[in-house]
């Protein structure tokens, strides 16, 4: 590294997705190395609705590792931090930028020190895994600033689950397994495509944003009392999740929406009552989630055939699977009855994302929502009530593919001459 120049300053900016889990990943067999105990698939969702951007930056004139995470600087003192960083450190190779006569050796790596910058364009902590976005693009982010070289497939997934567990699966399109691996090291404990996002594409994801706040039980803690407390969350790793995977992966593979909605619901079911067998329990829904979970069943049932699966993290956030955009657009009818906005609110700020579905049903405006009448399985009843306010807003989305890398430096969220955040 010249010593001629010092006032260099070397940066990339990545952008990562999130992924919501259909088989659920839910406590540790090492908490140190974050392994699972039992294997977990994901669906990876477009990054242009939910992601996280990261800028790393390298020079000689900081003076120590630093990060702001949306405008605010947190610290980077954390194990799952460090973990990260001594890991990609520890990988890093010899690094020349012609154009700028900078010559970084791989040593010196060790000594330089970074600015990091994040944001996520969803709500962080409140149950869609802003962590697994926000992990997987620092790791992927920093092994193309120091340009690691994975030596062996899915070697970045084991640095990523090591800063969040589900991080990993996000590091790949479409539909990810998480496997849970058997060496005690956790080399074996890493992520795998399953599919691209090409190969369900007809697939729509819509999500009730219940609570942009964050949650009171942390993921973390809630694993582990579930460990320690839960004897059904041993049953299910052991026994019933074991068979689900397989179930789950024909499901995908045959386009077998049916099969997918069952096995989807009843894991996220399974799930939640893990964490009411908790001691003490856990309450990650609340009533919307559950009117949510409701609707759905109320009209899956009415069909006699599955229209739509849902899913829920540790949060009271729903994720929904339509087959096709006709059945999305059949489900945010019936959500937008059901859940009107509030009168605080327009319709671009209550339904963002792929809003294109809107114009598919004939939702234009406040007037239409408020037009919209109860659904057929509804008619029967002689009351229908509706839950004003009850929902933050809805996201229209899609499965997606992996993390980018950002060519522009437009993007970055660092400035180029300082370092520091813009």
Known sequence: MGEELQTWILMVTARAPTNIAVIKYWGKRDEKLILPINDSISFTLDPDHLSATTTVAV???FTSDRMWLNGK???LG??????CLREIRSRGNDVVDEKNGIV???EDWQRLHLHIASYNNFPTAAGLASSAAGFACLVYGLAKLMDVKEKYQGELSAIARRGSGSACRS????VVKWMMGKE???SDSIAVQLATEKHWEELVILIAVVSSRQKETSSTTGMSQSVETSELLHHRSQEVVPKRILQMEEAIANHDFGSFAKITCADSNQFHAVCLDTSPPIFYMND????IINCVERWNRSEGTPQVAYTFDAGPNAVMYAPN???AGRLLQRLLFYFPPDSSKTLSSYVIGDTSILGEIGVESMKDVESLTAPPELKSESSSSTFPGSIDYFICTRPGKGPILFRNEDQALLNPKTGFPL
């Open 325 to 327: 955009r006709k059945v």
């Open 104 to 106: 970084i050796r791989k």
């Open 171 to 174: 590091l790949y399109g479409g």
């Open 288 to 291: 919307t989630s559950h009117r």
């Open 78 to 83: 954390g194990e799952r931090y460090q973990n």
């Open 73 to 75: 600087e947190v610290s």
């Open 184 to 186: 005690t090291d956790g």
């Open 59 to 61: 020079s000689p004139s």
